[in-house]
């Protein structure tokens, strides 16, 4: 009797607590939310399986620790590796023509990233975060999970957990987020605006793009180039033409594998005793305002646009919401909002498109204007 009293004490059921049990409710509602829900189901089943494991009690297998997990955690986030191989095969998935074919589209995607700035100000003079702790909630807003992760494995790895939780779950709430604000700032009219055609691009714009946008980037702002130029070598192994196996490969196999690794690895960043607290409270909020704020920054860009514009040349301002780089769920939550408001007769999927793209680019300078500044 007391081999087997000495035994249940040092098993997991004798040390769990109630944080342990609050944890399990978290990655039960991800678990849900991707499964029932259809919410960025790739990242959310990892990233919740990670927070359930975090949490067996001398089980070792949190980020933080000596397991296996924390080996992923310190060979795959720590050196930066797996982030940047995430940006590789989103260029290969990425299509830049609708952005090419309306480059007047890449400012809205610039313009939706004000709640990064917004975001960041407040977590520093209002919450009392560091510097370096207030550029890591603020890029929340840029609704980019490899770049969010990426910056704040850098700046602040201690929040990495709330960091990380808050930017996929804002990402996957994009449906329930957006179209609220999409309504308080558009009038009938404005939905209703129907884009002219698209310019034509060509073979040769399309490869010279990711060249030219991947050159002067990493030389304007260095610090972003693992991000953008691995985004830009995915981007012309799509386009070249002659690199099909690789396309596969980056697009595929690669991708899944390192989104496995990166969700778990995150998820087990979030034990009880690091994420129950009040700083995690106030992160999820600033996250929520970073994103609300990114949204509304690349509408009312668009409205400012159509004033300078003439009739006929008008943008549909709704597709400044998509500049989130929340690809390709942001351009869907647009066309859907303004074909319902206008009974199916304006389908702006290609128009948002262009800012939903401009989005990944725009947040990952961000980045690295933080890295820059801070580092």
Same mark, same amino acid.
């Given at each position: 009797?007391?081999?087997?009293?000495? =035994?249940?004490?040092?098993?997991?059921?004798?040390?769990?607590?109630?944080?342990?049990?609050v944890?399990?409710?978290?990655s039960?509602?991800?678990?849900?939310?991707?499964?029932?829900?259809?919410?960025?189901?790739?990242?959310?089943?990892?990233?919740?399986?990670?927070i359930?494991?975090? $949490?067996?009690?001398?089980?070792?297998?949190?980020?933080?620790?000596?397991?296996?997990?924390?080996?992923?955690?310190?060979s795959g986030?720590?050196?930066?590796? =797996?982030?940047?191989?995430?940006?590789l095969?989103?260029?290969? =998935?990425?299509?830049?023509?609708?952005?090419?074919?309306?480059?007047?589209?890449?400012?809205?995607?610039?313009?939706?990233q004000?709640?990064?700035?917004?975001?960041?100000?407040?977590?520093?003079?209002?919450?009392g975060?560091?510097?370096?702790?207030?550029?890591?909630?603020g890029?929340?807003?840029?609704?980019?999970?490899?770049?969010?992760?990426?910056?704040?494995?850098?700046?602040?790895?201690?929040?990495l957990?709330?960091?990380?939780?808050?930017?996929?779950?804002?990402?996957?709430?994009?449906?329930?987020?957006?179209?609220?604000? /999409?309504?308080? /700032?558009?009038?009938?009219?404005e939905?209703?605006?129907?884009?002219?055609?698209?310019?034509?691009?060509?073979?040769?714009?399309?490869?010279?793009f990711?060249?030219?946008?991947g050159?002067?980037?990493?030389?304007?702002?260095?610090?972003?180039?693992?991000l953008?130029?691995?985004?830009?070598?995915?981007n012309l192994?799509?386009?070249?033409?002659?690199?099909?196996?690789?396309?596969?490969t980056?697009?595929?196999?690669?991708?899944?594998?390192?989104?496995?690794?990166?969700?778990?690895?995150?998820?087990a960043?979030m034990?009880?005793?690091?994420?129950?607290?009040?700083?995690?409270l106030?992160?999820?909020a =600033?996250?929520?305002?970073?994103?609300?704020f990114?949204?509304?920054?690349?509408?009312?860009f668009?409205?400012?646009?159509?004033?300078?514009?003439?009739?006929?040349?008008?943008? $549909?301002?709704?597709?400044?919401?998509?500049?989130?780089?929340?690809?390709?769920?942001?351009?869907?939550?647009?066309?859907?909002?303004?074909?319902?408001?206008?009974?199916?007769?304006? $389908?702006?999927?290609?128009?948002?498109?262009?800012? $939903?793209?401009?989005?990944?680019?725009?947040?990952?300078?961000?980045?690295?204007?933080?890295?820059?500044?801070?580092?």
């Amino acid at each position: 009797m007391e081999t087997f009293l000495e =035994l249940f004490g040092q098993s997991g059921f004798s040390n769990m607590t109630w944080g342990n049990w609050v944890m399990y409710v978290v990655s039960g509602v991800l678990v849900y939310l991707a499964i029932r829900k259809d919410y960025e189901p790739l990242l959310l089943i990892p990233i919740g399986f990670g927070i359930v494991v975090a $949490n067996f009690p001398l089980a070792n297998m949190a980020s933080y620790g000596e397991g296996i997990i924390a080996l992923i955690y310190n060979s795959g986030i720590r050196t930066e590796l =797996l982030p940047p191989v995430i940006f590789l095969g989103v260029g290969v =998935l990425t299509d830049f023509r609708p952005l090419l074919g309306r480059p007047m589209t890449f400012l809205l995607g610039a313009a939706a990233q004000l709640g990064i700035f917004t975001a960041a100000i407040g977590a520093a003079y209002i919450f009392g975060f560091t510097i370096k702790e207030a550029a890591s909630i603020g890029i929340i807003g840029g609704a980019d999970g490899p770049t969010t992760i990426f910056l704040t494995s850098k700046l602040a790895p201690h929040l990495l957990g709330p960091v990380a939780l808050a930017a996929y779950s804002y990402m996957s709430l994009v449906p329930i987020i957006q179209p609220p604000i /999409l309504r308080l /700032l558009t009038t009938p009219k404005e939905r209703a605006i129907a884009m002219p055609p698209a310019l034509q691009v060509s073979k040769t714009a399309v490869i010279l793009f990711p060249l030219i946008t991947g050159g002067v980037a990493s030389l304007a702002v260095p610090s972003s180039a693992p991000l953008i130029g691995m985004l830009m070598f995915g981007n012309l192994i799509r386009e070249s033409g002659v690199t099909e196996r690789l396309r596969k490969t980056a697009g595929g196999a690669l991708i899944d594998i390192v989104t496995i690794f990166l969700g778990i690895a995150v998820g087990a960043t979030m034990e009880a005793e690091r994420f129950l607290t009040l700083q995690t409270l106030m992160i999820l909020a =600033l996250g929520a305002a970073a994103f609300a704020f990114s949204t509304a920054g690349g509408i009312i860009f668009g409205k400012i646009l159509n004033w300078f514009l003439p009739e006929g040349k008008k943008i $549909n301002p709704c597709i400044g919401a998509a500049g989130v780089s929340a690809v390709p769920m942001a351009a869907r939550v647009v066309q859907n909002f303004v074909s319902r408001h206008t009974n199916g007769e304006v $389908n702006p999927l290609m128009e948002a498109m262009g800012p $939903n793209v401009a989005g990944v680019v725009g947040s990952a300078v961000a980045a690295g204007v933080f890295l820059t500044l801070l580092t």
